[in-house]
């Protein structure tokens, strides 16, 4: 089976950083993506994570550790409109995209 | 074109009707997913096609039916519903990326709410 665990909720101020983890539990691990979605909106993908160490996307990183079965996102120079759920998913080979239970940013000014 | 476009946007059926939902992609991509949402709750996988037939089924009751006509479009049809199947439903597609490897990017269309009376 598979399993992804990340915080329910993040407060952060405008201009700070903010680190959202997940750990995963998963059979035939192949990856880890991130989305974002805003309220009434759909999943946007913001990146994935196939080998260990940091993907940098502009103001968003992701990273990886196959080893500890974990990854974060990483979120610079905070945006009000960053708030927004994220979620980690695991791609386990084929089709089968797994999402975390999401994390609610909230960004205050 | 790396839209995913899915109508309608907003659907309130009676448990009796019969509807479908629609979604279309001209991205070339050939795996198409249903995905169901409920609010403050993860994206839940519920068909996969690739290549036009139905790939995997997540143990969905008979009432969803999804159809595949091309590598285009994706239906689900929906028939005989109850108020908690009541969610938001999306589509996705991505590119196939074949046996053994990933499909690690998936584009989302907007979504039907949908409300069962």
């Known amino acids: 089976g598979q399993s992804l665990e990340q915080p329910s909720e993040v407060t952060a101020v405008e201009g700070a950083i903010v680190q959202i983890n997940c750990t995963y539990q998963t059979s035939g691990f192949y990856g880890l993506s991130w989305y974002q979605q805003h309220d009434g909106g759909a999943p946007t993908f913001l990146s994935y994570n196939a080998l260990d160490g940091l993907e940098e996307t502009g103001r968003f990183s992701s990273f990886l550790s196959r080893s500890d079965s974990y990854g974060y996102l990483l979120l610079q120079e905070l945006q009000m409109k960053d708030s927004a759920s994220y979620f980690c998913?695991?791609?386990?080979?084929?089709?089968?995209?797994?999402f975390g239970a999401g994390t609610r940013l909230f960004v205050k000014a | 074109d790396t839209e995913v476009t899915q109508t309608p946007k907003h659907l309130v059926m009676g448990m009796t009707n019969k509807k479908s939902l629609k979604c279309e992609q001209h991205?070339?991509?050939?795996?198409m997913y249903w995905y169901k949402q409920k609010a403050k709750k993860p994206p839940e996988l519920m068909f996969v096609y690739s290549y036009e037939k139905l790939s995997i089924n997540e143990s969905v009751p008979s009432r969803f039916s999804p159809e595949c006509p091309n590598s285009s479009l994706l239906n689900l049809h929906l028939h005989a519903l109850q108020p908690e199947d009541s969610a938001l439903y999306l589509c996705a597609s991505s590119q196939d990326a074949g046996q053994g490897a990933t499909n690690e990017k998936l584009f989302f269309g907007s979504g039907t709410q949908l409300s069962v009376l």
């Open positions: 991205m070339g991509h050939r795996a």
């Open positions: 998913a695991s791609s386990s080979g084929g089709f089968k995209t797994i």
